[in-house]
């Protein structure tokens, strides 16, 4: 098993920045896809972005546009994910995941572990 847990949430002006954080505990973090997803009031989870095992293949949500940047560190067991150019819109609860699968997946029922969230808010 894995444990995460997020940080770097907060409150910042729409065209700001944020970096999140996941540190992971437990096992190899490295043995693992990461993922991260967020969750709006009233609004289903959403996928945002995944990064493989090793090698550092990135998959983005469209509506990302190029403002995000997911990447990983397995050496400090920590996972990352870089957001500019925040939007309103991005308001959300974000949300780090584990998966034990080897190859992409946007589906959060393929995540088998999750951190306890982070609330990011964007002011217009």
């Known amino acids: 098993q894995v444990q995460l847990v997020e940080s770097g949430g907060g409150l910042v002006q729409a065209g700001g920045s944020l970096r999140l954080s996941c540190a992971a505990s437990?096992?190899?973090?490295?043995?693992?896809?990461m993922g991260w997803f967020r969750q709006a009031p009233g609004k289903e989870r959403e996928f945002v972005a995944a990064?493989?095992?090793?090698?550092?293949?990135?998959f983005y949500a469209d509506f990302v546009k190029g403002r995000f940047i997911i990447s990983r560190d397995n050496a400090k067991r920590t996972g990352y994910l870089q957001m500019n150019s925040l939007e309103p819109e991005d308001t959300a609860v974000y949300y780090c995941?584990?998966?034990?699968?080897?190859?992409?997946?946007?589906?959060?029922?393929?995540?088998?572990?999750w951190g306890q969230g982070t609330q990011v808010t964007v002011s217009a």
């Open positions: 995941a584990a998966s034990d699968r080897w190859f992409f997946t946007k589906s959060s029922t393929d995540y088998d572990y």
């Open positions: 437990g096992r190899t973090f490295g043995d693992y896809l």
């Open positions: 990064i493989s095992r090793n090698y550092g293949n990135t």
